[in-house]
Each structure stands twice: as C-alpha cells, then as structure tokens.
C-alpha cells in the first residue's frame, strides 16, 4: 500500500488562527480524503480532494472554514481556519486504491487553546 | 444520515483467546465493508474487507462474518497477542467498484489484551 506522511504530526494553536496541514503520498493516486477524528470519537469524512478542481466537501463541512489543495496526485493540504476548541481533533489524510481500499495516514493531532 | 454502531464499546480478553468485535449497520445499500486498526497516537490500518456478494472472508488470524440479514458484521481474531490491543471500527460504504470515499464509520470498540 502507499506511503503516506503528514506534517505536522501535531500542534497546539492559538484560538483565531489557521493551521495547514500536509499530506503526502509516496505514490500517484486518484483518490485523497480528508477526515476528522474528534476526541475519543470515530471518523469523519471532511471532504474530498481533487486533482484540478475544488474539493467535495461533506455536509456540515465548508470551504471557508477547511480549505483545501490538491496540487497533483502525490500531494493535498488541509487548513482549519480561524481555529476555536472546538476544532481540537485528529485530522487524517487516506488515500483510496485497488477500488475502495483506503489507507490512512498517521494523523495530525490539533489542540486549540 | 445512516450510520454503523457497534455492540460493545469495550472488550477485554486473555492473550491467547479468541476474540469477537461486532458492528451493526443500518443503511442495506452498503456493499462494501471494512475494519480497521487504529494504535494510540496513530491512523487506522486497514485489516480486512468484506464485499456484501460474500458472508465470510479469512486473513491471517482474521475473520470478518457478514450476514446481512440482520445488518451484522463482526470481526474475530484468533489467539489474541498483546499487539493486537487498539480500538477496532468497522466502516461501511456502497457502490463498491465506484471511485467513492463516503466511508461511515463506526463508534470504535476498545480492545484490551491481557497477558
């Protein structure tokens, strides 16, 4: 399966400000995901990135407030904006392959102070 | 939306027993299933899938059972190692062979390995 790393691994922001976060793929894929995990919670899908175009965002989940780029098909970050506490979560990057098949990165954990 | 839930939150077995986590799904579209895997501080790994067309599928010291019937997934380990200790999620999806990744996920069932 894919390599995938993102930076960085974790961080602890100030309420107000953004956070990009990287993810990178060892290998050219079609499909990358952006999910959510909160504390002690399961995943959420955020949105989709697209190679090209604007990404598919789920419900609940807007462009103004995660922003994302998908430059080519080894690379896609993800930016909280104007972060609060609420916004303290795990945020993974997968990758979809072999049809459905998806692979995640390690995370990146977020605390908002 | 539809979501998958899972019976038990929390399971504790002895190393060297065999263990069974279950999830429920709710939504029969869904053709696609599969566990993962996720250690503290780390992403999911997948473990094993299962496509809606089959009702068993093996791996090694893995077995995902299907019955779709009663909208039932579970995953058994056999000989159950310490290693083996995370929080395990089962996720749903449909349209299986489509380029999709609405994959709906599961609440997470603890896993604690005792030696």
């Known amino acids: 399966s894919a390599v995938i790393s993102q930076k960085p691994s974790r961080d602890i922001c100030q309420r107000g400000t953004s956070l990009t976060i990287q993810c990178q793929v060892d290998s050219q894929v079609t499909m990358m995901f952006w999910y959510r995990q909160q504390p002690g919670q399961s995943l959420t899908l955020i949105a989709t990135a697209n190679q090209g175009s604007e990404a598919t965002y789920e419900s609940g989940f807007v462009i103004d407030k995660f922003p994302i780029s998908r430059p080519n098909l080894t690379f896609s970050t993800l930016t909280v904006s104007n972060m609060s506490p609420e916004d303290s979560s795990i945020y993974l990057c997968?990758?979809?392959?072999?049809?459905?098949?998806?692979?995640f990165g390690p995370g990146t954990r977020l605390t908002v102070l | 939306g539809e979501s998958v839930g899972l019976h038990l939150p929390t399971l504790s077995v002895q190393e060297g027993d065999n263990s069974i986590i279950n999830c429920a799904y709710s939504n029969s579209a869904s053709d696609y299933f599969i566990w993962y895997k996720q250690e503290s501080g780390k992403g999911p790994q997948f473990i094993i899938d299962i496509r809606s067309n089959m009702d068993k599928r093996q791996g090694q010291r893995v077995t995902v059972l299907l019955n779709k019937t009663v909208k039932h997934l579970s995953l058994q380990i056999a000989a159950t190692q310490p290693g083996d200790s995370a929080v395990y999620f089962c996720a749903e999806t449909y349209n299986y062979g489509g380029s999709q990744g609405n994959l709906i996920f599961g609440k997470g069932t603890k896993l604690s390995v005792k030696p």
């Open positions: 997968s990758v979809e392959e072999n049809s459905n098949e998806q692979f």
